[in-house]
């Protein structure tokens, strides 16, 4: 069973900048590709990134491109999402999530099945 936690969220202005870590221990070699989505308040659940291990893809919501990016530290277990020139409509809980997925070319948000506890981005003025 893999375990995924979160860190990192918080309270920021537009144009501003978050780092978010997503931990992952259990049976880590089971679980090639990473992603994250976000849910805010009243909105569809959104794929915002996703990174494989094993064919080195990503993946980006069109929302995002240019803005986010994503990488991993293989030999720590450890997936960052490094998210600058936030906008409003960047605040939401995300959430770090993985399944029996191998690559992101065909990134879908619904085959990542295994979800951590979320962290909360605001971003206000």
């Known amino acids: 069973q893999v375990q995924l936690v979160e860190s990192g969220g918080g309270s920021v202005q537009p144009g501003g900048s978050l780092r978010l870590s997503c931990a992952v221990s259990?049976?880590?070699?089971?679980?090639?590709?990473i992603a994250w989505i976000r849910q805010a308040p009243g909105k569809e659940r959104e794929g915002v990134s996703c990174?494989?291990?094993?064919?080195?893809?990503?993946y980006y919501a069109d929302s995002v491109k240019g803005r986010f990016t994503i990488s991993r530290d293989n030999a720590k277990n450890m997936v960052y999402l490094e998210m600058s020139s936030l906008k409003p409509e960047d605040t939401a809980v995300y959430y770090c999530?993985?399944?029996?997925?191998?690559?992101?070319?065909?990134?879908?948000?619904?085959?990542?099945?295994?979800w951590g506890q979320g962290t909360q981005v605001t971003v206000s003025s």
């Open positions: 999530a993985t399944g029996l997925v191998i690559s992101c070319w065909y990134f879908e948000a619904k085959d990542f099945t295994s």
């Open positions: 259990g049976a880590t070699s089971d679980y090639k590709a």
């Open positions: 990174i494989s291990s094993i064919d080195r893809s990503t």
